[in-house]
């Protein structure tokens, strides 16, 4: 019999990856609101699973959470990407190379 934990943890883990894919779509299309939107729907979600006795994970519930990881990492790479593409670009409009670099002095 699946436990009542099972299938709460299992269905958190499952919306937890429909936001992730959400995220990716928002990345992929520039959509800065939606991005926002899965920032924070991602943090409500870490908020519902912190409660979660990782001890008490069973297989299926294992492979979702490794999911998880995979995803969100693929997601962050993917914002990281972007961003480095988009500096880059203030760089050239600006013709200022460094322009969020800290200046370090002289010796």
Known sequence: MISAFHTDTATRLRQMLALLEGERQALAGLDLERILTCAQGKLDMCDQLSATDAAALDDECLGLLDAVR??????????????????????????????????????
Do not use: D
Request: no cysteine.
């Open 70 to 107: 995979r995803v969100n990492e693929t997601n962050r790479r993917l914002r990281n990407l972007i961003a480095t593409n988009m500096a880059a670009r203030f760089a050239a409009l600006t013709g200022s190379v460094k322009l969020y670099h800290r200046a370090i002095p002289a010796h």
